[in-house]
Nanobody, 123 residues
């Protein structure tokens, strides 16, 4: 079992900044891709940013130039620095990770989600 725990959400004014963190823990053999998704009320969950184990990143068009995803492989942690926040960024933000867990002498793939953290941007 691999668990993801997010932190860093909150309420911020338009134009402000927040930094989200997500730490993976459990019987981890290797963490591959990590990412951040968000879901606003009445909308589908969407990819915000992703990062590979090697550090290759991709972003949704709506956040390019404002958000930065990074990771610390030694800590199995991914971050999302969010600047110039807008009211339309308001959503629950979820962390996601893929990789392999270890149990005894066997590794099995995992695909885990965090519990979500609320980000609210006021105008």
């Amino acid at each position: 079992q691999v668990q993801l725990v997010e932190s860093g959400g909150g309420l911020v004014q338009s134009g402000g900044s927040l930094r989200l963190s997500c730490a993976a823990s459990g019987s981890i053999f290797r963490v591959d891709a990590m990412g951040w998704y968000r879901q606003a009320p009445g909308k589908q969950r969407e990819l915000v940013a992703g990062i590979s184990a090697a550090g290759t990143t991709n972003y949704a068009e709506s956040v390019k130039g404002r958000f930065t995803i990074s990771r610390d492989n030694a800590k199995n942690t991914v971050y999302l620095q969010m600047n110039s926040l807008r009211p339309e960024d308001t959503a629950v933000y979820y962390c996601n990770a893929d990789g392999y867990a270890v149990g005894g002498f066997v590794t099995t793939p995992f695909h885990s989600w965090g519990q979500g953290t609320q980000v609210t941007v006021s105008s």
